[in-house]
C-alpha cells in the first residue's frame, strides 16, 4: 500500500479532478508570476556555473516569458539565468501571498489535497520507522509549507512532538527572522528548493539545523524528469520565479555528498506524466520526432508500460528523496 504513495502528483492531475475553481486559482497565480517576470526580468544575469555542481559547462536550454533556462552538462540540472534580488522580491511578492492565503484558496487546496496529505503522513511513519526505528514524538522544522491543512495534520499527527515552521507565507517575516530553531529531527522541504539560487547554502543551513542522524525529506521537480526534458518551456507546471532551480537526480546527490548527508531514498512516484505531456503534446519540440510518433501512435498498453519505467526507474518529475545527516 505504502509503496503506492503518491503525495505529489503534478499538481496538474489534481486540478483537472478537482474542477474549474482550482483552476482559476492556479490561473490566477501564473499570471501574477508572469506579470512580475516581464516587469522585472531585464537581461540574464550571466550565470557562467552551474549553481548545483559548478561546473561551467552550461547550455542554454530554453527560454520562458523571456527568461533563459540553462542546462548542466555534467549534473544535467536545470536552472533560471536570473538575478538574487529578483528572486527574493518574488518570494514576498504581496500579491501572491493574498491569493495564496485567501479562505478560497487555503480551502479549495485542503479540500483537493486532503487524500494525498495523508497518505504523506502515513509514508512518513513507515519511512521513519525504517530509517529511525521509531514513528513518534519527532521534532519537525517545516521550510515553505504554505497550506494551513497540512501544517495542522503535521502538528496533530503523533509524528510530531515539536513543530516549527520557517520561511513560510503563513508566518510574518518578523516571526521568522527571530527563530532559532533547536536542532530538530526531521526537515521537511516541500516543493522548496524551487525558488532558490544557492541550494548548497541551504543544504548546509539544513545540516546546522538537524540532529546528527537526522533526516532531510525533500521534495522537488526534478530537472532529469520526462515531462520537464520533453516539454522544456510549454510546461504550464514550470514557470519563473516559481521554479528557478529544477536538479537533476545526480545534483541532488552532489548536493547531499557535498554538504554532509547520506542519500537514503530517491523515488519519482508519478503516474501521470505520460498523460500529461500527451495532453500537451503540441509543446513537444518539433524534431522530437520518437516522442511525437510515440504518442500518435502508442497504444493504451503501451503508455501504460511507458509511464511504469519511467516511475520505476526514477525519470518522472517529482522526486521524493530522504537523506539522512552524517557526522
Ligand atoms: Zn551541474
Known amino acids: 500500500m505504502l509503496t503506492a504513495f503518491n503525495y505529489y502528483e503534478p499538481e496538474e492531475e489534481s486540478r483537472i479532478q478537482t ?14 508570476a508572469e506579470r512580475f517576470t516581464r516587469i522585472h ?22 527560454e520562458k516569458w523571456g527568461v533563459k533556462y540553462l542546462r548542466c552538462s555534467d549534473c544535467y540540472s536545470i536552472m533560471a539565468d536570473v538575478q538574487e534580488e529578483d528572486v527574493e522580491e518574488y518570494t514576498h511578492l504581496k500579491e501572491m501571498r493574498d491569493i495564496r492565503l485567501s479562505d478560497e484558496s487555503q480551502r479549495i487546496g485542503s479540500e483537493s489535497r486532503q487524500q494525498r496529505w495523508k497518505e504523506l503522513l502515513d509514508w512518513l511513519q513507515y519511512r ?12 519537525i522544522l517545516d521550510y515553505g509549507n504554505r497550506w494551513k491543512g497540512l501544517s495542522q495534520l503535521l502538528q496533530e499527527s503523533a509524528l510530531c512532538g515539536k513543530y516549527e515552521l520557517r520561511d513560510s507565507i503563513l508566518i510574518d517575516r518578523e516571526q521568522d527572522e527571530d527563530a532559532k530553531a533547536e536542532p530538530a529531527d526531521l526537515i ?37 524528469g520526462f515531462d520537464i526534458l520533453t516539454l522544456r518551456g510549454n510546461n504550464k507546471n514550470t514557470f519563473p520565479y516559481e521554479h528557478i532551480l529544477m536538479p537533476s537526480k545526480e545534483g541532488i546527490s552532489v548536493m547531499l555528498v557535498q554538504t554532509g548527508f547520506e542519500l537514503l531514498e530517491f523515488t519519482t512516484p508519478g503516474t501521470f506524466d505520460l498523460n500529461y505531456v500527451k495532453a500537451n503534446k503540441d509543446g513537444v519540440a518539433e524534431d522530437d ?3 511525437r510518433y510515440f504518442l500518435e ?31
Not at 131 to 136: D, H, K
Open 19 to 32: 474542477g474549474m475553481k482550482e483552476t482559476s486559482l492556479f490561473e490566477q497565480e501564473m499570471n501574477v
Open 297 to 327: 501512435t502508442a497504444t493504451p498498453g503501451a503508455e501504460a508500460d511507458f509511464q511504469r519505467f519511467i516511475q520505476k526507474r526514477g525519470l518522472s518529475s517529482y522526486a521524493q528523496v530522504i537523506a539522512r545527516r552524517m557526522d
Open 41 to 62: 526580468y531585464k537581461a540574464p544575469a550571466g550565470r557562467t556555473k552551474c549553481v548545483v555542481c559548478g561546473s561551467n559547462k552550461i547550455l542554454e536550454f530554453y
Open 128 to 139: 521513519t520507522f525504517r530509517y529511525c526505528g521509531r514513528n513518534t514524538n519527532f521534532s
Open 188 to 224: 521537511l522541504a516541500l516543493d522548496y528548493i524551487q525558488q532558490k539560487i544557492k541550494p548548497i547554502q541551504f543544504f548546509r543551513e539544513v545540516h546546522n539545523n538537524l540532529k546528527k542522524d537526522g533526516l532531510f525529506i525533500l521534495g522537488v521537480k526534478a530537472g532529469s
Open 289 to 291: 520526432y520518437f516522442m
